[in-house]
């Protein structure tokens, strides 16, 4: 080995120092030294060690890392703490790192820093060593898998209650809520066993078997004078009947006779002459004398003048009328005061003020035995009326 004098600053005697050791492998193993030359030629260099795992500083036999955590080298240093300097005088640089670029104090083997684990969760840990290593991946299920197994959830959910709807509505029809009792509420012409008899479902029937609307209509027609019915359930077992009582009021021609009408237009009977207390309603004739139905007209003009007179005479006030003529459309008239006044309206053209007029004459000007008859036909627009007094009777 090559001897190379170096001053040294304790006894200034130059000093012996080894030449610098050879660059450290990428392995972290020290490398050949360069190869001599002899006489010209290249001297064959030995080949190289397979590349070993990194040395740690204690196996080397190098002093451990101080606290700081950076590693020590094992090169020798001068006395002043710096590199020994190299053979020109020069201090001994260190060799190059592979960029290019200085390397730091040690370029050396260094210990690999302790990898950082990463924490897995409990949950990953639990399935991984629930499952053995011979057990099949389950297969991960797609959006659509996934829609299709809530579409079949809700279908069997929907179908398990419309069997349980079913059965309910079976135990209730056929164990439960039985007519046990009957009331009437209103004033009533018929008995409760009429009632019950027209309403055709004995006690012991289950209340919900029949429909409320056909109930009523079957009692209207049996028991006509009933201007108003309706069936009612009280649970769990009574039947109620809401009544109202039907009042003769007009009379019309039918088929062969008379029909009694009742306030809202009823038939509530036949008559073969027209009864002398109710109010005759002429020239019209009636459809069907059936009893419990509505009142219909064979003509639909009279029809529709029946609907609009009738109701107005209700409203205006006046009282005793005898007879309606609905014979002429454009000479409409009605008798009051037991038939001695006749009061003549013409068209229903602003009909709520001509009655308004004749409800003011009766109670105001006429006399309560006056005779004769009362034009309104022109009060409209002339604000005027005419009485024409009967001197005859």
């Known amino acids: 080995m090559r001897e190379i004098p170096i001053h040294t600053p304790q006894n200034g005697r130059p000093a012996q120092r080894q030449a610098p050791r050879p660059q450290a492998g990428p392995a972290g193993q020290r490398g050949q030294a360069p190869a001599r030359q ?81 924490k897995k969760s409990k949950k990953k840990l639990r399935a991984k060593k629930a499952l053995p290593q011979d057990a099949p991946q389950r297969r991960r299920v797609t959006r659509a898998e996934a829609r299709r ?50 309403f055709g479902h004995a006690q012991g029937e289950n209340i919900f078997s029949f429909s409320l609307s056909d109930a009523e209509k079957q009692i209207a027609q049996k028991l006509p004078y009933l201007e108003s019915i309706k069936v009612r359930r009280r649970l769990p077992d009574t039947i109620v009947f809401i009544v109202e009582p039907a009042k003769e009021s007009y009379c019309a021609a039918g088929a062969g006779g008379f029909v009694v009408l009742s306030e809202q237009f009823k038939i509530l009977r036949t008559a073969d002459q027209a009864p002398l207390e109710l109010c005759l ?32 005479l209700e409203e205006s006030g006046i009282s005793g009328i005898g007879q309606i003529d609905l014979t002429d459309s454009y000479a409409l008239s009605f008798t009051v ?7 003549l309206l013409g068209t229903t053209v602003k ?24 034009d309104v036909t022109a009060a409209p627009s002339t604000g005027k009326t005419i009485f024409k007094q009967d001197v005859t009777k």
């Not at 959910?157 to 209730?172: D, E, K, N, Q």
């Not at 005061?337 to 009061?343: M, S, T």
């Not at 709520?352 to 006056?370: I, Q």
Request: with cysteine; charged share 25%; glycine share 10%.
């Open 38 to 118: 002899n006489g010209g030629e290249k001297a064959r260099r030995r080949p190289m060690p397979p590349p070993q795992r990194p040395v740690s500083a204690q196996e080397a036999g190098r002093p451990a890392a101080p606290e700081s955590g950076r590693p020590v080298s094992s090169m020798p240093r001068h006395a002043s703490g710096n590199m020994p300097p190299a053979g020109n005088g020069q201090p001994a640089r260190r060799p190059d790192a592979k960029n290019g670029r200085p390397a730091g104090p040690y370029s050396g083997p260094r210990e690999a820093p302790p990898q950082k684990t990463a």
């Open 149 to 198: 197994s809530r579409l079949k959830k809700r279908i069997w959910t929907f179908l398990i209650i419309l069997l349980l709807v079913g059965v309910g509505i079976y135990v209730s029809v056929t164990l439960l809520f039985k007519i046990g009792k009957y009331e009437i509420q209103g004033e009533c012409l018929y008995t409760l066993e009429e009632m019950t008899e027209a």
């Open 281 to 312: 309603i002429d020239g019209i004739n009636a459809k069907s004398t059936v009893a419990g139905t509505a009142f219909q007209a064979e003509n639909e003009e009279q029809q529709a003048l029946l609907e609009e007179l009738l109701p107005a």
């Open 337 to 343: 005061n037991g038939g001695n006044i006749r009061v």
């Open 351 to 374: 009909l709520d003020y001509k009655l308004k007029t004749v409800y003011k004459m009766l109670t105001d000007e006429l006399a309560p035995d006056s005779r004769g008859t009362l």
